[in-house]
């Protein structure tokens, strides 16, 4: 027996977790992540997407502190993004040319995505 083909062949799970107001770690809910993962659909939509890729909202993923983040899979590629103009680079980027948008990319280990720390560096 073997195996059917995927139903779609990526699925990315857009955190929309809502903690109490003054969580210590915060959430991706009050960072926009809503609209922004309804950013993605319509953009993947537009993209011409929609059977091939799911957008998905997802309760919390454990990253709260770099949020909004995402998981695309079955790659499970992590990324935060603050902007529509974010999720439009990751749709282009990622989910259309099969690239990586290295500056948006999290690590398992981060506790702050390499792209903002690298900011805060130059800053100092």
Do not use: Q
Request: net charge neutral; hydrophobic share 35%.
């Amino acid at each position: 027996m073997t195996d059917p083909a995927p139903y779609f062949d990526r699925h990315v799970f857009f955190c929309t977790n809502e903690r109490a107001p003054g969580h210590p770690r915060g959430c991706c809910k009050e960072k926009g992540s809503e609209a922004l993962r309804d950013h993605m659909k319509a953009a993947a939509k537009e993209a011409g997407l929609g059977k091939r890729v799911r957008v998905n909202a997802a309760g919390c993923l454990d990253r709260c502190e770099l949020g909004p983040t995402l998981v695309i899979y079955p790659e499970g590629v992590w990324y935060t993004c603050a902007t529509p103009g974010d999720v439009d680079e990751i749709v282009k980027t990622h989910l259309v040319e099969g690239g990586r948008v290295d500056r948006l990319m999290l690590y398992p280990d981060e506790k702050v995505p390499a792209h903002r720390a690298r900011k805060a560096a130059a800053a100092d």
